[in-house]
């Protein structure tokens, strides 16, 4: 299995930054850690998960949805098994349940392509 653990959702002001971090661990995960694709998710209320950013563990390689180029960033740091979302310029849009997740088959948007899941954390930005 690999285990994900989202922290450092929060409520913020509009124009604030805030950084997610997500916690990967687990036999599956440290096996084939360069081949994994890490992605941020996020859901509000009464809506479908959407795709936020992703990267390939091991390559330089990402992927950001339109609404969050250039306010959002992802990075990683490959010796802690972390995951970082680096969130700026927040709008209230912004405003969601923030998964990470991880998954084998490539860097996609798909979520039905991503085979685990962390528990998310609450983003509230207002406005």
């Known amino acids: 299995q690999v285990q994900l653990v989202e922290s450092g959702g929060g409520l913020v002001q509009t124009g604030d930054s805030l950084k997610l971090s997500c916690a990967a661990s687990?036999?599956?995960?440290?096996?084939?850690?360069?081949?994994?694709?890490m992605g941020w998710f996020r859901q509000a209320p009464g809506k479908e998960r959407e795709f936020v950013a992703a990267l390939t563990w091991g390559r330089d390689s990402t992927r950001y949805a339109d609404s969050v180029k250039g306010r959002f960033m992802i990075s990683r740091e490959n010796d802690k098994n972390m995951l970082y979302l680096q969130m700026n310029s927040l709008k209230p849009e912004d405003t969601a349940v923030y998964y990470c997740?991880?998954?084998?088959?490539?860097?996609?948007?798909?979520?039905?392509?991503?085979?685990?899941w962390g528990q998310g954390t609450q983003v509230t930005v207002s406005s």
């Open positions: 997740a991880a998954t084998l088959r490539g860097l996609g948007s798909n979520s039905a392509s991503y085979d685990y």
């Open positions: 687990g036999r599956t995960f440290s096996n084939y850690v360069m081949s994994y694709v």
